[in-house]
């Protein structure tokens, strides 16, 4: 299937298909919206994707997702991603990354990216041997502005829905115990929230279990006696199957496209669940690209990631006042923004 007629094909500028047959690159690079003095932002993602179609879906999918966070941040960057297919053997893996460097490369600074799932810093410390259009590597980690974004969306949750305004006893689950929810978990805990948390990963496990987080296993997190779910591993873990057992009153995590298909927002909508809409809760990664390439330092990153709360607040409101899930008011209030800074699309 070529783009075009993918379901998930929202008229993005540029779709391509790359591969270096030497060291087994295959990938994918979507810039979904493209400003001529602007470049398009978005991580590069690495999985043992089981179809090409599946990729392409991801790349569509999460560059799409990319656009609308950076409308909903009030940053003028395009969306865009890049998807890497297949994990290499660990020989071949910095040829890979200097392969997805010398695609980043040609595409002119149009596309910047950085890491994402599956992608180290290493990785993209080899993906800078042939590019400079790499993000993230600045001072501001984009996982700790990830998590502290998070953070912002939990406070928001918790304060709409629960009607909590602080975080002391509140008792948080976290679905992947990676960057994000690693750093998330020490930051709740800090804060006085009782937090689970799960992944398949015994590493990741042992870190967050020293970091004082109670280890679920995975099935079972999701349907624990919680006030927050927090999914932080990879997207479509909100399904019917997942949502009819959930206890949480609040979903607030970092993974993108946590909904596995549009209509569970709905579902959770009538389930009196407030989901946090994952492309406002998960943007700290974007403020800290956005100001790696903008030189800002620390206190602008800070105020973009509290006006995340504004955002939300809207959100809401508007979810509320129309009586629709908020999935779809965020993205009635992205495509709204978009369309005024695209007028011609
Ligand atoms: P990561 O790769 O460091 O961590 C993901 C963790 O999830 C891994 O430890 C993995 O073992 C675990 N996992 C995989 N399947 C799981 C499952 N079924 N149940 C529980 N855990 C599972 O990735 P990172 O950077 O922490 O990102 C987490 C999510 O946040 C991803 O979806 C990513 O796209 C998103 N995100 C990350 C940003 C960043 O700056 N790192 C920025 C914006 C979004």
Same mark, same amino acid.
């Not at 595409?107 to 042939?130: K, W």
């Not at 508007?318 to 011609?344: M, Q």
């Given at each position: 299937?070529?783009?075009?007629?993918?379901?998930?094909?929202?008229?993005?500028?540029?779709?391509?298909?790359?591969?270096?047959?030497?060291?087994?690159?295959?990938?994918?690079? #979507?810039?979904?919206?493209?400003?001529?003095?602007?470049?398009?932002?978005? *991580?590069?993602?690495?999985?043992?994707?089981?179809?090409?179609?599946?990729?392409?879906?991801? =790349?569509?999918?999460?560059?799409?997702?990319?656009?609308?966070?950076?409308?909903?941040?009030?940053?003028?960057?395009?969306?865009?991603?890049?998807?890497?297919?297949? =994990?290499? &053997?660990?020989?071949?893996?910095?040829?890979?990354?200097?392969?997805?460097?010398?695609?980043?490369?040609?595409?002119?600074?149009?596309?910047? $990216?950085?890491?994402?799932?599956?992608?180290?810093?290493?990785?993209?410390?080899?993906?800078?041997? /042939? $590019?400079?259009?790499?993000?993230?590597? *600045? &001072?501001?980690?984009?996982?700790?502005?990830?998590?502290?974004?998070?953070? =912002?969306?939990?406070?928001?949750?918790?304060?709409?829905?629960?009607? !909590?305004?602080?975080?002391?006893?509140?008792?948080?689950?976290?679905?992947?115990?990676?960057?994000?929810?690693?750093?998330? %978990?020490?930051?709740?805990?800090?804060?006085?929230?009782?937090?689970?948390?799960?992944?398949?990963?015994?590493?990741?496990?042992?870190?967050?279990? /020293?970091?004082? =987080?109670?280890?679920?296993?995975?099935?079972?997190?999701? %349907?624990?006696?919680?006030?927050?779910?927090?999914?932080?591993?990879?997207?479509?873990?909100?399904?019917? $199957?997942?949502?009819?057992?959930?206890?949480?009153?609040?979903?607030? *995590?970092?993974?993108?496209?946590?909904?596995?298909?549009?209509?569970?927002?709905?579902?959770?909508?009538?389930?009196?669940?407030?989901?946090?809409?994952?492309?406002?809760?998960?943007? *700290?990664?974007?403020?800290?690209?956005?100001?790696?390439?903008?030189?800002?330092?620390?206190?602008?990153?800070?105020?973009?990631?509290?006006?995340? %709360? #504004?955002?939300?607040?809207?959100?809401?409101?508007? #979810?509320?006042?129309?009586?629709?899930?908020?999935?779809?008011? /965020?993205?009635?209030?992205?495509?709204?923004?978009?369309?005024?800074?695209?007028?011609? !699309?």
């Amino acid at each position: 299937m070529n783009a075009f007629e993918h379901p998930d094909f929202d008229d993005h500028a540029l779709v391509v298909e790359h591969t270096e047959p030497d060291c087994g690159l295959r990938m994918m690079i #979507a810039l979904h919206r493209m400003r001529d003095a602007t470049p398009s932002l978005g *991580g590069t993602r690495m999985l043992n994707y089981e179809t090409t179609e599946s990729a392409m879906r991801d =790349v569509l999918r999460l560059s799409r997702g990319m656009s609308y966070k950076s409308a909903m941040t009030g940053l003028p960057y395009g969306g865009a991603k890049a998807v890497v297919m297949g =994990v290499p &053997p660990t020989q071949l893996r910095s040829q890979v990354f200097e392969a997805v460097g010398r695609a980043v490369e040609m595409l002119g600074g149009r596309f910047r $990216t950085g890491v994402d799932v599956g992608v180290s810093p290493d990785d993209v410390s080899n993906m800078a041997h /042939a $590019t400079t259009f790499v993000v993230g590597t *600045g &001072p501001l980690p984009p996982a700790e502005l990830t998590a502290q974004g998070v953070m =912002v969306a939990i406070r928001a949750g918790a304060r709409y829905r629960l009607n !909590r305004s602080a975080l002391a006893g509140v008792r948080v689950g976290i679905q992947g115990l990676g960057k994000v929810g690693l750093r998330l %978990a020490q930051l709740l805990i800090a804060e006085g929230a009782e937090v689970w948390g799960s992944d398949p990963d015994a590493e990741s496990r042992s870190s967050a279990a /020293a970091a004082g =987080v109670r280890i679920s296993p995975l099935k079972d997190l999701h %349907a624990l006696d919680l006030d927050i779910f927090s999914p932080c591993a990879l997207g479509g873990t909100l399904s019917t $199957t997942t949502i009819a057992d959930l206890r949480a009153r609040v979903i607030a *995590g970092s993974a993108n496209n946590q909904l596995q298909a549009p209509e569970i927002g709905e579902r959770l909508q009538q389930r009196d669940v407030l989901y946090v809409p994952d492309f406002i809760a998960n943007a *700290g990664g974007l403020i800290a690209a956005a100001a790696q390439l903008e030189s800002r330092d620390a206190a602008w990153a800070d105020r973009k990631l509290d006006e995340l %709360a #504004a955002t939300l607040d809207q959100v809401f409101q508007l #979810a509320n006042a129309e009586e629709i899930s908020t999935s779809a008011a /965020a993205e009635r209030i992205a495509r709204t923004r978009l369309d005024d800074l695209d007028p011609a !699309r």
